[in-house]
């Protein structure tokens, strides 16, 4: 490929932060190469770090057996062979040398995906045996898209768990919105269960709850299936799976009810066949209150780990509304740890940023405080000066830790990082509110800041008390451009940044604010 489209290539790939998937992003990488390597398909192997093997997150035009095949050469180990070597690497078809005792046109080429160092994937890709494909500036130019993809793929990655996090946020902020919307804990049971229907996609469901005078299973609430479909005689109960995750205390997959021995006799159920069912108990420190049944998957054959997970974030939420106890604390605890669980991924990608997010909350509650403003405002400012900089995930490390000037496109790539923070967090209904803090906390007070170039009071409120407080802690920071500056030096910044850069009365509150916290010790950077 000549240097000039791969430049272009390479300019393509690194603006692919917002492709929809790892399937999008892969098949926009490959297109250039469609005509030199006229490729049969591919699939694309994603290394999970936890389980330390690889998993199947795309397949385009590849047969089952072509697939079974690329399974066996990861279990021979080739994969990790040529992840070693680090460069594409050209394996003849095995299916095809056996049946027809020679090299054939069949050929898997599988590309490595390393980032950093570390081992990312790989693509397996079907193609004919080809001049190009034994063609060295071919495999040049492929061993260095290799690497822009995987850092592609690993930001990707990454944004999904970002984004993964947030869906539990949501659930959770759903789940204490009904649990505090009623003392009734039926009413409130029946609202838990319908969420946990919709996230959970299931045809019906049933909570039952532990009688403590006879410490026997009840049925309590039921959605999508009458609750006598459930049995009331505890012998029933005892003998099925209900019977087990309440003894146990864990939770159960049942892939098909039916055919299991262990239950299908049981009786737990009265005229009422479910297929594939998901059981969680409801686990106090005394022990299990109660049992979480969801029955018939939609829309897949059967119940997944990451429905477990979704379950049993509902059924912990349902544990609250029936001890009534640490109700609002705890779930917004719940709520402020995963928030600040965000804050660490942004640490991950910026080292000298480590600590950043937690510090400018904390300058931006003092000066709230000064403000007088409302709880609910302070509540808002508090998780999106945590969240300020979350956008920054979607950013290239390279950019971030850049020790000298950027160019105008790296520059570019750092303004959009507001924006795509708000993209982030915009499904979170609790942080509505806070949506606006992120998009804006790069706004100037005289109108030449960004994303939308907002001037004086027009810029939020809060946007502007995280202006001031995210720049105090810039430059009290060391950043891999210059050392930090001293405390007298930085307010010395902030008073001549004061209109025109900030807004002068928070400016003239923040400055007492950092002030006294000086006085009370060092202000710590960690």
Known sequence: MPPDKLKDLQTFLESLTHAEGIGNLVEQALKPFKSSLNYRGYLVLVLDEEEDQFSLRYVRNLSRSSQKTVFNLIDEGIIDWSLERGEPTIIPHPQRIEQLGHLTEDNFLIIPLIAGGERVGAIVVLCPLSDNLMNNQVLKSLSILSHILATAIENFKLRSNVQRKIEKLSTLIKASTIISSSLILDDVLSSLLKLTLKEVTS????????????????????????????????????????????????PLIIDDYEKDPRFCASGEFVGLAPRTLLL?????????????????ARDKPFYTNDNLRTALTLANSAVVAIEKSYLYEDLRQSFLDT????????????????????????????????????????????????????????????????????????????????????????????????????RHHH???????????????????????????????AM??????????????????????????????????AIAVFKEMRKQGPILHW
């Open 203 to 250: 045809e019906y469901g049933f909570l039952l709850l532990m009688d403590r005078e006879n410490e026997q299973l009840l049925p309590k609430a039921s959605l999508g299936a009458s609750l006598s479909k459930i049995s009331n005689d505890p012998k029933s109960l005892s003998k099925g799976a209900i019977g087990l995750v309440a003894k146990s205390g864990k």
């Open 280 to 296: 969680v108990p409801l686990k106090t420190k005394k022990g299990v209150s109660g049992v979480l049944v969801l029955c018939n």
């Open 339 to 438: 928030v600040i669980a965000l804050t660490t991924l942004i640490d991950m990608k910026d080292r000298y940023t480590r600590g950043h997010s937690v510090r400018v909350t904390r300058y931006c509650l003092q000066i709230a405080r000064k403000l007088n403003l409302s709880r609910r405002e302070i509540e808002i400012l508090k998780f999106g000066a945590l969240l300020h900089d979350i956008g920054k995930v979607g950013v290239d490390e390279s950019i971030l830790h850049k020790p000298s000037k950027l160019t105008d496109e790296e520059y570019k790539a750092i303004k959009r990082h507001p924006e795509m923070g708000e993209d982030v967090i915009r499904h979170i209904k609790f942080l509505e509110e806070g949506l606006q803090i992120i």
């Open 443 to 473: 706004e100037r007070y005289d109108g030449k800041g960004y994303p939308n170039g907002l001037k004086g009071k027009d810029i939020p409120l809060l946007a502007r008390i995280i202006a001031v407080a995210d720049a105090f802690d």
């Open 476 to 509: 009290t920071s060391d950043r891999p451009y210059r050392k930090a500056f001293s405390f007298q030096k930085t307010i010395e910044e902030l008073k001549k940044g004061a209109g025109t850069q900030f807004d002068p009365e928070i400016v003239k509150l």
